[in-house]
C-alpha cells in the first residue's frame, strides 16, 4: 500500500492538513489544508526539513530528534509551534506515525491549532560552540617548498587569527592527522587550467557534511587555502536555488519546475506522480516540456546541467 497517498487522499477528503516527511524529515508531500494553514506555497515546503522550514530555530534540535524517536513507536502526539510565512508562530497539536513497509515514512496530521502569536522580540541568543568532531570554516598560509610542504605559515578561523600554536607543524598533519599530504591535495593534484584550484570532499573526522577547499599560490614558495564545510542543509539549499534558477531561466510552469526537482533527485515518473498526485501520463507530459526547455534530450541528460 502507498501509504504517501492514502494518507494525502484521506486528508484532502477531511479537510485536516497534513504533511508527509522521509526518514530524514524531509516533506514529501503537503496538502493544500497544510499549504493554506501556514500560508506557504508548496513548493517552499517539498524536498527541505520540516525543521527547516515549519520549526522556530530554537526548537529545530528538540524537534529532530522527536520525529527521529517516532520511527521506533506505532504512534506520538507532538504539540509545537510552527512558523507561518509572515513568521508568525502558530501552535498546533500533531498525531504522527511512522507507516508503510521500508522505507518508512511519517505521517503527521494536525488535528488542533491555535491563533497565531507573534515571534517574541528577544535577542538571539549566541551560538553554541561547535559539537565535537565539527569544525568552523578557517584559512592558512602553508610553504609548497619542497622541504617544508605544507609547514603552516599563519591560520585564521572564521576570519580571525588563531593562536600561533598551529605554527611550524604540517598542515596535513594539523588538520588531517596524516603524516604524508593529502592524496588530493589541492596544490598537489594535476596543474588545474586556473587559480583558484578547488576541490569537494567528505569532512573528515567526525564531522558531517563536505569541506570545499580552494587553493591559491600566493607567492614563490607559498599558498593561502581555505575551508568551508557546508552540511546537508546548505546542499538542500543549493539544490533548490539552482532548481529555481533553472526553471526561471528556461520559463518552466509551476508543475514543469516540481517535475524537474524531482527528476533531479533521481526519481521515476512513478515515484513523481505519487508524490505530486498526478497520473503517470502527465509527469511523462511535463517531463518531455521541460527537457525541451531546457535543451537536454533525456532526464540522464540533465545531469550535465546540473553539475
Same mark, same amino acid.
Given at each position: 500500500?502507498?501509504?504517501?497517498?492514502?494518507?494525502?487522499?484521506?486528508?484532502?477528503?477531511?479537510?485536516?492538513?497534513?504533511?508527509?516527511?522521509?526518514?530524514? $524529515?524531509?516533506?514529501?508531500? /503537503?496538502?493544500?489544508?497544510?499549504?493554506?494553514?501556514?500560508?506557504?506555497?508548496?513548493?517552499?515546503?517539498?524536498?527541505?526539513?520540516?525543521? +527547516? =522550514?515549519? &520549526?522556530?530555530?530554537?526548537?529545530?534540535?528538540?524537534?529532530?530528534?522527536?520525529?527521529?524517536?517516532?520511527?521506533?513507536?506505532? !504512534?506520538?502526539?507532538?504539540? %509545537?509551534?510552527?512558523?507561518?510565512?509572515?513568521?508568525?508562530? #502558530?501552535?498546533?497539536? @500533531?498525531?504522527?506515525?511512522? =507507516?508503510?513497509?521500508?522505507?518508512?515514512?511519517?505521517?503527521?496530521?494536525?488535528?488542533?491549532?491555535?491563533?497565531?502569536? /507573534?515571534?517574541? !522580540?528577544?535577542?538571539?541568543?549566541? +551560538?553554541?560552540?561547535?559539537?565535537?568532531?565539527?569544525?568552523?570554516? @578557517?584559512?592558512? !598560509?602553508?610553504? &609548497?617548498? @619542497?622541504?617544508?610542504?605544507?609547514?603552516?605559515?599563519?591560520?585564521? %578561523?572564521?576570519?580571525?587569527?588563531?593562536? +600561533?600554536?598551529?605554527?611550524?607543524?604540517?598542515?596535513?598533519?594539523?588538520?588531517?592527522?596524516?603524516?604524508?599530504?593529502? @592524496?588530493?591535495?589541492? #596544490?598537489?593534484? /594535476?596543474?588545474?587550467?586556473?587559480?583558484?584550484?578547488?576541490?569537494?570532499?567528505?569532512?573528515?573526522?567526525?564531522?558531517?557534511?563536505? !569541506?570545499?577547499?580552494?587553493?591559491?599560490?600566493?607567492? /614563490?614558495?607559498?599558498?593561502?587555502?581555505?575551508?568551508?564545510?557546508?552540511?546537508?542543509? %546548505?546542499?538542500?539549499?543549493?539544490?533548490?536555488?539552482?532548481?529555481?534558477?533553472?526553471?526561471?531561466?528556461?520559463?518552466?510552469?509551476?508543475?514543469?519546475?516540481?517535475?524537474?526537482?524531482?527528476?533531479? #533527485?533521481?526519481?521515476?515518473?512513478? $515515484?513523481?506522480?505519487?508524490?505530486?498526485?498526478? %497520473?503517470?501520463?502527465?509527469?511523462?507530459?511535463?517531463?518531455?516540456?521541460? #527537457?525541451?526547455?531546457?535543451?537536454?534530450?533525456?532526464?540522464?541528460?540533465?545531469?550535465?546541467?546540473?553539475?
Amino acid at each position: 500500500m502507498d501509504w504517501s497517498l492514502t494518507a494525502s487522499l484521506l486528508a484532502e477528503r477531511d479537510g485536516r492538513p497534513i504533511v508527509v516527511m522521509d526518514r530524514r $524529515g524531509r516533506i514529501e508531500l /503537503a496538502n493544500a489544508a497544510f499549504t493554506s494553514l501556514l500560508g506557504r506555497p508548496r513548493e517552499e515546503l517539498l524536498g527541505r526539513r520540516w525543521t +527547516e =522550514v515549519c &520549526t522556530p530555530r530554537e526548537h529545530a534540535r528538540e524537534v529532530g530528534r522527536a520525529l527521529r524517536a517516532i520511527f521506533t513507536s506505532a !504512534e506520538h502526539r507532538l504539540e %509545537t509551534d510552527v512558523l507561518t510565512r509572515d513568521g508568525a508562530r #502558530l501552535p498546533v497539536e @500533531l498525531d504522527v506515525a511512522a =507507516v508503510g513497509r521500508p522505507p518508512l515514512r511519517l505521517v503527521a496530521i494536525v488535528t488542533r491549532a491555535s491563533p497565531p502569536r /507573534a515571534a517574541p !522580540e528577544r535577542s538571539v541568543p549566541p +551560538e553554541p560552540p561547535p559539537a565535537p568532531g565539527t569544525r568552523r570554516d @578557517l584559512s592558512y !598560509e602553508i610553504s &609548497t617548498e @619542497l622541504a617544508s610542504f605544507g609547514t603552516l605559515k599563519a591560520v585564521w %578561523t572564521d576570519g580571525q587569527a588563531r593562536q +600561533e600554536e598551529m605554527v611550524g607543524r604540517p598542515c596535513f598533519g594539523a588538520f588531517a592527522h596524516r603524516d604524508a599530504p593529502c @592524496l588530493d591535495c589541492p #596544490l598537489t593534484a /594535476a596543474s588545474p587550467s586556473s587559480w583558484p584550484h578547488t576541490i569537494v570532499r567528505q569532512a573528515s573526522g567526525h564531522a558531517e557534511g563536505y !569541506e570545499v577547499i580552494t587553493a591559491t599560490p600566493t607567492g /614563490a614558495g607559498t599558498a593561502r587555502v581555505g575551508v568551508h564545510t557546508i552540511g546537508d542543509d %546548505t546542499l538542500s539549499g543549493l539544490f533548490e536555488a539552482k532548481v529555481r534558477r533553472m526553471a526561471s531561466a528556461a520559463r518552466l510552469s509551476e508543475r514543469e519546475g516540481d517535475v524537474l526537482r524531482y527528476l533531479a #533527485l533521481g526519481r521515476s515518473p512513478t $515515484g513523481i506522480s505519487t508524490v505530486l498526485g498526478i %497520473t503517470e501520463r502527465m509527469v511523462k507530459f511535463h517531463q518531455a516540456n521541460l #527537457l525541451r526547455k531546457l535543451g537536454a534530450e533525456t532526464r540522464y541528460d540533465l545531469l550535465r546541467l546540473f553539475f
